[in-house]
C-alpha cells in the first residue's frame, strides 16, 4: 500500500563492474551456497595470486575439463604458469569464509546478478559503497529474508536460518517477488528536502546528453 516495510544497507558494484539496472523477479533462495568464481574474477584477480603464491587457492576447489567433462583435480598438479584458464573452473564451498555468505536470494538473469549475504560485513559502515563486482550484498540478510517471505505460506526465514551449516540447498518460494534493480543520484525524502548525490555510474550524464 506504498509503505516501506524494511530498508537496509547494501554494498553494489564498482565502476569496471556496475550493477545493471533491470526489474525481474525473485523465485528461490539459495542456502550454504558454493560459490562458482567467475571466469574474469579468476583470470584477472585470482591467477596473479595463485602464480606469486600457491596458497591462495587454500579453502577452494579447483576442477579441469577432461574430454569435455569438468573433475576434481589438486591445484598442486596444475601448471599455473601456462594454464588454459578456459579449461579452468574455481568453485569455493559453503562455510563461513565463503564470498557469498549463508544465503543468496536468486532472480535468474543473463547478467548473473543476485542478492547474497558476506563475510566482509565492515563494508556497511562505510558511506561509499560500490564495492563489488555487479552482485549485490546485503547488511542483514535474515531481516531481510523475513521481511521477503512474511506472507509465503510455505517458506520462512526461521525455516531456512535452521539450514546453515548443512549442504547446498535451494528453496522455491510460493510466491515470486517483483525485484527491480534501480539508480537514483537525486529524490525528495520524507521531510520534503531534495537529496542529491553523485552520479557515479555515468548514467545521468548519458541520459543528459542523449537530451
Known sequence: DGEIVYNTRVVVGDLRNQTPIFSHAIDHVVVN???NVPASIA???MLPKIRSNPGALNGYQVFANFDGKFRAVDPAMVDWTTVDMRRI???QPPGERNA???VKFMFPN???V???DTPSKAYFQRDFRALSHGCIRVMNPWDFAAALLEHD???SAQKIQKMVGGKEARVNL???IPVHLTYFTAWVDENGELQVRDDFYGHDGKIEKAL
Request: hydrophobic share 30%.
Open 89 to 91: 573452473q574455481i568453485k
Open 33 to 35: 551456497p558454493t560459490w
Open 174 to 176: 510460493t510466491e515470486k
Open 100 to 102: 557469498l555468505g549463508s
Open 43 to 45: 583470470v584477472k584477480e
Open 114 to 116: 543476485y542478492l547474497h
Open 153 to 155: 505460506p510455505n517458506v
Open 110 to 112: 543473463p547478467y548473473a
